[in-house]
């Protein structure tokens, strides 16, 4: 089993930054792919970005130049630094990543439980 947990959500007033970890245990041969998405009651969860393993990433087009995804491959963790944060971009954000297990040749996407990230005055 693989468990993420993020951390990092909170309020935050527009113009500011939020910076969200999500850490990834449980027995982990090995994560691919790590990223972030995005949910708003009744609409589909959106893709803020992926970032792979040797560290490409890629955004959604709109969100680029203010959020950046890094991670680090020794403690199984990706975050997200959200710069001059918009009310839009208010939202549960979940973190999610391609994961193989000890033991597994498969890989097997994760995700966290999400962190609500709300952007008001």
């Known amino acids: 089993q693989v468990h993420l947990v993020e951390s990092g959500g909170g309020l935050v007033q527009p113009g500011g930054s939020l910076r969200l970890s999500c850490a990834a245990s449980g027995s982990i041969f090995i994560i691919n792919d790590m990223g972030w998405y995005r949910q708003n009651p009744g609409k589909q969860r959106e893709l803020v970005g992926t970032?792979?393993?040797?560290?490409?990433?890629n955004y959604e087009e709109s969100l680029k130049g203010r959020f950046t995804i890094s991670r680090d491959n020794t403690w199984n963790t990706v975050y997200l630094q959200m710069n001059s944060l918009k009310p839009e971009d208010t939202a549960v954000y979940y973190c999610h990543a391609d994961t193989r297990v000890v033991g597994s040749y498969q890989y097997v996407a994760v995700w966290g439980q999400g962190t609500l990230v709300t952007v008001s005055s």
């Open positions: 970032i792979s393993r040797d560290g490409i990433t």
